[in-house]
């Protein structure tokens, strides 16, 4: 592994092991084993599909750097959005259970990400119990994102579905170091926001203005500017701790037993 490699190693392992910090004790053995297992790192220009819905999944990867759009094109040729991978995250982890995705997973901006075989991360977890609670906390980490993505397709209005995905995406780039409070890097278009949120363009850019005119928001040229970060939160009804189980005071922390 080059030296830069190394650095940028040390780097996402401490974005991924910050995400799941409070939930259990990170010991040095599962530092170690990110170590072994990820070493090659690849780079992915912007556009470039990882994998293609019904496609083979292949090798799951860890992303280091870069936003990862996964997402689900229908048959009249409309498309939802899913979710995004960000630095710290997993993108096709169902390659340890399947073999062909019912997504696809696409690199929205310039992509470098840890290639991992499945053999290779399936041997390791077969060994490491810690790593395994690791990779359980990221499982559930998504379930608790697409649960959410649920309640906002089924039961908030537009309004409020554009606030929490905004509240979601800020808290998100907060957990693994983005600390700006005013100003957020978002490489997101409104087309693809409303892909997110099941809404029209037209819809999605009406209430971006509404934002805009109430000092509340405004998003322009993939730049989230923050105002009142307070009233957008009301506004959403958002509450992140469905998103870091650290700030959950019900948490269970759990760790193997020792035998």
Same mark, same amino acid.
């Given at each position: 592994?080059?030296?830069?490699?190394? &650095?940028?190693?040390?780097? #996402?392992?401490?974005? $991924?092991?910050?995400?799941?910090?409070?939930?259990?004790?990170?010991? *040095?053995?599962?530092?170690?084993?990110?170590?072994?297992?990820?070493? *090659?790192?690849?780079?992915?220009?912007?556009? &470039?599909?990882?994998?293609?819905?019904?496609?083979?999944?292949?090798?799951?990867?860890?992303?280091?750097?870069?936003?990862?759009?996964?997402?689900?094109?229908?048959?009249?040729?409309?498309?939802?959005?899913?979710?995004?991978?960000?630095?710290?995250?997993?993108?096709?982890?169902?390659? $340890? #259970?399947?073999?062909?995705?019912?997504?696809?997973?696409?690199?929205?901006?310039?992509?470098?990400?840890?290639?991992?075989?499945?053999?290779?991360?399936?041997?390791?977890?077969?060994? *490491?119990?810690? #790593?395994?609670?690791? $990779?359980?906390?990221?499982?559930?980490?998504?379930?608790? #994102?697409?649960?959410?993505?649920?309640?906002?397709?089924?039961?908030?209005?537009?309004?409020?579905?554009?606030?929490?995905?905004?509240?979601?995406?800020?808290?998100?780039?907060e957990i693994i170091g983005i600390m700006d409070?005013?100003?957020?890097?978002?490489?997101?278009?409104?087309e693809e926001f409303a892909d997110i949120l099941?809404?029209?363009?037209?819809?999605?850019?009406?209430?971006?203005? &509404?934002?805009?005119?109430?000092?509340?928001?405004?998003?322009?040229?993939?730049?989230?500017?923050?105002? *009142?970060?307070?009233?957008?939160?009301?506004?959403?009804?958002?509450?992140?701790?469905? $998103?870091?189980?650290?700030?959950?005071?019900?948490?269970?922390?759990?760790?193997?037993?020792?035998?």
């Amino acid at each position: 592994m080059a030296v830069t490699e190394e &650095t940028e190693l040390v780097q #996402l392992t401490e974005i $991924l092991l910050k995400k799941v910090a409070g939930f259990f004790e990170v010991n *040095d053995e599962v530092r170690a084993t990110f170590y072994e297992i990820c070493t *090659d790192l690849e780079e992915f220009d912007a556009g &470039t599909v990882i994998v293609p819905q019904g496609g083979d999944y292949g090798d799951i990867f860890l992303l280091e750097r870069g936003w990862v759009v996964r997402s689900r094109h229908l048959e009249n040729g409309a498309r939802q959005i899913v979710n995004v991978a960000l630095p710290g995250d997993f993108v096709a982890m169902n390659a $340890l #259970l399947f073999s062909t995705s019912d997504f696809e997973l696409s690199c929205k901006t310039d992509v470098a990400a840890f290639r991992l075989p499945a053999d290779r991360l399936g041997n390791a977890l077969s060994r *490491d119990a810690m #790593l395994s609670a690791a $990779l359980f906390w990221v499982n559930a980490h998504e379930e608790s #994102l697409l649960a959410e993505r649920i309640v906002s397709l089924g039961r908030r209005s537009a309004r409020q579905r554009t606030a929490h995905v905004l509240c979601e995406l800020i808290s998100r780039l907060e957990i693994i170091g983005i600390m700006d409070p005013e100003m957020f890097v978002i490489p997101m278009s409104q087309e693809e926001f409303a892909d997110i949120l099941g809404i029209s363009v037209v819809h999605m850019n009406k209430t971006l203005r &509404t934002f805009e005119r109430e000092g509340v928001v405004s998003f322009r040229n993939a730049i989230l500017m923050v105002q *009142d970060r307070k009233k957008l939160e009301i506004e959403a009804g958002f509450d992140n701790g469905y $998103l870091h189980f650290a700030r959950r005071e019900d948490r269970n922390a759990w760790r193997p037993k020792r035998y």
